[in-house]
């Protein structure tokens, strides 16, 4: 049986070092680099033709793992691409799906977990646990919430911490009118306060 070719991208040596032990134990999967950002493993990609990359979702400063992952899946040819992480917000999930990731699994699943994931992924599946794959259901039959742009800058200042006197200083409107469109971001997300709305839009990937 042919290795499966993995490229292990994190940008914790420790986790790095962590995920090859683990495969160096494992008959067919063979670890052909590491890399600690998006940018690098992009370039590693594309000389060291895995035929899937294991990527963290926060790589530090720089192209993060949905980037990273929309970028792989670009290449010819594509390597698959699984999203190990800590991170499972709702929005973190669909939009790294929808950069075209086969799988996104979290970082305490077992180790014999990962490892299917990888020969499942390598043969063109998809991977998610059950409870990831009902959540990500969820989200997509979900309808979608639409904020006009400026309804979009109040709700970014807003999540600065900024008061709507500051709001309203920046964007050079009144505080009524900042209250007007708090308003309806509210109405929108269904949020009953300052801290409800910012933690939703987070939470869908608004923000």
Do not use: W
């Not at 790294?96 to 014999?112: C, F, H, M």
């Amino acid at each position: 049986m042919t290795a499966v070719r993995v490229l292990i991208v994190d940008d914790h040596p420790i986790v790095r070092a962590g995920v090859r032990s683990l495969f160096d134990r494992r008959d067919g999967v063979e670890v052909v680099g590491e890399a600690s950002s998006g940018e690098e493993a992009v370039a590693l990609a594309r000389h060291l033709h895995p035929d899937v990359v294991l990527c963290d979702l926060r790589l530090g400063d720089g192209m993060d793992g949905v980037a990273a992952t929309a970028a792989l899946r670009a290449q010819h040819p594509a390597p698959a691409v699984i999203i190990l992480t800590t991170f499972d917000r709702d929005a973190e999930i669909l939009g790294a799906i929808e950069a075209g990731a086969a799988g996104y699994l979290l970082k305490d699943v077992a180790p014999d977990v990962i490892v299917a994931a990888i020969r499942r992924a390598a043969e063109g599946g998809l991977v998610l646990t059950p409870e990831l794959s009902e959540r990500l259901v969820a989200v997509m039959r979900a309808p979608r919430v639409r904020l006009t742009e400026r309804e979009l800058e109040v709700l970014r200042l807003l999540d600065t911490g900024s008061s709507n006197r500051e709001i309203a200083k920046t964007l050079f409107v009144t505080e009524a009118t900042v209250k007007t469109h708090l308003v309806h971001v509210f109405e929108k997300l269904g949020a009953d306060s300052r801290a409800r709305a910012i933690a939703i839009a987070r939470d869908t990937g608004i923000l």
